[in-house]
């Protein structure tokens, strides 16, 4: 036998730096344009759009839509479309509002800011969000329907039911312990936010390991050894990296003075603490970490590809399509439920234009993000960076000074060039478009 | 007598007012090649979706190993150990070889998640056997030759132990070598004892991979014959006019001759 032991000889070519590597040049694209356009931003606004202050801020804007846009992936991966996501994500963030200011604390009698009140909310509307997104996908794989018409529809009706609900009032303040996901009213701290970095660091060491030794395992070939502490080092930069940045946003002194009187302490002189890890972010990496792991290691991701590829091979291998849409619909309604914690938290009440137009900044998320609309295709992380980038885009622009109605004008047109730029990289590759 | 592996009886299928399958009647034994003939639209394809689960049936029976059996889907049929090679549908294009040799039945580790590395070191093994040109196993299937296609679907098959296969115009797509292979592979399997139903309007080659012949007309079975019994002749005769040879079994699609 010519074949020698993987473990030493792992490559049968002499590769380059890059090749070894074996990147995802679509993701190295979209990372560089981001970093492009920060620059860009950083440039124009004289330093102030890459301080730590509104790198925070982007993060936490992000969060909402960047949740949404990681369901989308599935929806739009099996040839469907979801229209109704903002108006889904206001009925939640409706039901959940009226659960924490009339339901708990009158018809419960537990009284305002009661600790179970937080929990009964999120439980009721991610409850709601999963029926209502289970019903969609009743309508579209057993009835028929087309994905556009039924979210077409429901995007009408679910915007209409949170006005009903609320009798188009804008309802607050909400919850003090529903608020923690919000953003800047709830982060990790300085301390914890580091403890997240080290565990994330220890996570992509132990993933980059495990499927190395499962690939020596099955004697099939490995990258060399640098390269995979080189993609280590690189998480690691990035984990420590967006953490660093995070905490480098100091809570201003009056606030923190507030906080130490509430507590009833005086604050230690010339302290100095910072934000770091948004509770609404972690949340967003903790949906993107789960949704990869179905997508790429569970059955129920796998049918989704596959049907996405060819509807009639995935029937025809055995796989229930129909449920498979009920279960995709069903989880893109959960997502958007979350979605309305974060989003309603962040404003601290529930308005009546909640979630206004995030169905098109979800879709368009995930269509930058990689996410073919012919199905099959499209990633998790993709979708989470389309979205930063349309929320960098926006908020650059509004720094800069640039007018609302070109900012839409600009976004629109980066839309449809992103989507062109990706159909010239998948005939270079030769990927099916 | 031994107990037929197949037995389809009486089977009926219509799409509006028209009879795709018409009362129609084959068996199946082990071991054995029987071809299903006729035109396009004959109903030869209808009638094998019937047993592979994949269109439900009107009327009629199957009997599997003499019990009769209840194929309403797909996941009937492979529970039943049969196995389909379709023409054009059977892979998705944009999952690699074995996402597709283990779709809808995948391979997990003990927790649950399906095994990746398990299932390509299985389908790796499989190929040496079935398939030893056979490198890519990371592109996605669309980017793979007609033949490098159909042997992942055939490898399909073999690896779950089907005892049942129904083959749809197998060759259809391939090139003069990669005919030879499916023809060989079928001889293997048929030496273990695996009944073949092989869809095909090839008459040279069905006269040469096949024990029996069921030529179908306008959703009709006109008879069934032992190829070496007739002429090329004769199996044309009963595909375009639906005339029976004199020692052919007619069935109710014959052409009654005075």
Redesign the interface.
Same mark, same amino acid.
């Given at each position: 036998m010519t074949e020698t032991s993987p473990a030493t000889s792992p490559q049968a070519k002499p590769r380059s730096f890059f090749a070894a590597l074996e990147f995802d040049t679509r993701l190295i694209g979209m990372i560089g344009a981001f970093v492009v356009i920060c620059l860009i931003f950083n440039l124009l606004t004289d330093g102030r759009f890459m301080t730590p202050r509104n790198i925070f801020n982007l993060t936490i804007q992000t969060a909402s839509v960047a949740i949404m846009a990681t369901g989308m992936v599935f929806v739009i991966v099996t040839r469907h479309i979801d229209l109704s996501v903002g108006s889904l994500l206001a009925t939640c963030s409706a039901i959940m509002a009226m659960m924490q200011t009339v339901v708990t604390p009158e018809w419960l009698g537990l009284g305002l800011n009661h600790p179970l009140t937080m929990p009964i909310a999120i439980l009721v509307g991610m409850l709601a969000g999963l029926v209502i997104g289970a019903f969609h996908g009743w309508l579209i794989g057993y009835l028929s329907i087309p994905a556009f018409i039924v979210t077409l529809g429901g995007f009408l009706v679910w915007r209409n039911v949170a006005w009903h609900l609320t009798d188009g009032q804008t309802i607050g303040p909400l919850d003090e312990n529903f608020q923690l996901f919000g953003g800047i009213n709830g982060t990790l701290g300085e301390t914890w936010s580091w403890v997240v970095a080290a565990l994330a660091v220890l996570g992509a060491f132990y993933a980059i390991f495990q499927s190395r030794r499962n690939r020596v395992l099955h004697e099939f070939p490995v990258k060399p050894l640098w390269a995979e502490f080189f993609m280590g080092a690189i998480a690691t930069a990035a984990i420590v990296g967006l953490v660093a940045v995070l905490n480098a946003y100091e809570i201003p002194t009056a606030r923190l003075v507030r906080i130490f009187e509430a507590r009833g302490e005086t604050m230690p002189e010339g302290l100095v603490l910072g934000y770091g890890l948004p509770i609404s972010v972690l949340l967003l990496i903790l949906i993107a970490f789960i949704m990869t792991i179905v997508a790429r290691r569970t059955r129920l991701g796998r049918y989704i590809f596959a049907t996405g590829g060819n509807p009639e091979a995935a029937e025809l291998a055995g796989i229930n399509t129909r449920l498979l849409t009920v279960k995709i619909f069903a989880i893109m309604g959960v997502l958007c439920a979350i979605s309305a914690v974060v989003a309603s938290s962040r404003q601290t009440f529930h308005s009546n234009d909640i979630g206004t137009l995030d169905e098109l900044r979800v879709i368009a998320a995930a269509v930058i993000g990689g996410t073919a609309l012919s199905g099959g295709m499209g990633t998790i992380y993709g979708a989470i960076l389309g979205a930063l980038i349309m929320q960098s885009l926006q908020s650059g622009m509004a720094m800069v000074g640039v007018d609302a109605p070109y900012q839409n004008m600009v976004v629109g047109t980066v839309l449809v060039l992103a989507v062109f730029i990706d159909i010239l990289y998948r005939r270079r590759t030769g990927d099916k478009t | 007598m031994t107990t037929p592996l197949v037995e389809m009886r009486d089977m009926q299928k219509s799409f509006g007012g028209i009879k795709a399958v018409d009362h129609v009647t084959i068996d199946l034994y082990p071991g054995e090649v029987v071809g299903v003939l006729g035109h396009n639209g004959a109903g030869k394809s209808v009638l094998m979706k019937m047993l @592979?689960g /994949?269109l439900p049936r009107d009327g009629g029976e199957i009997f599997i190993n003499g019990q009769k059996a209840t194929i309403n889907?797909? +996941?009937d049929a +492979?529970n039943l150990q049969i196995e389909?090679i379709?023409q054009y549908? /059977? $892979?998705?294009?944009? $999952?690699d070889a074995a @996402?597709?040799l283990f $779709?809808? +039945?995948?391979l997990?580790t003990p927790l649950?998640?399906?095994d990746d590395?398990?299932m390509?070191?299985e389908t790796r093994k499989i190929m040496k056997r079935l398939n030893p040109n056979f490198r890519r196993f990371h592109t996605?299937v @669309?980017?793979l030759s007609g033949g490098q296609r159909q042997s992942v679907a055939i490898a399909r098959a073999v690896y779950f132990n089907a005892k049942i296969l129904i083959m749809d115009e197998p060759t259809a797509a391939l090139g003069v070598q990669e005919t030879r292979m499916v023809a060989e592979l079928i001889d293997q399997l048929k030496s273990e004892g695996i009944g073949i139903l092989l869809i095909d309007h090839d008459i040279h080659q069905v006269k040469m991979l096949c024990d029996r012949a069921n030529v179908m007309k306008n959703g009709q079975l006109v008879g069934t014959v032992k190829v070496d019994e007739v002429s090329e002749d004769d199996l044309l005769g009963m595909i375009i006019a639906g005339k029976c040879p004199p020692n052919a079994t007619p069935g109710p699609g014959a052409v009654q001759t005075a």
């Open positions: - | @592979s /994949a889907n797909p +996941r +492979r389909t379709y549908l /059977a $892979l998705a294009d944009n $999952l @996402s597709n $779709l809808g +039945r995948e997990t649950g998640f399906v590395a398990l390509e070191a996605p @669309s980017g």
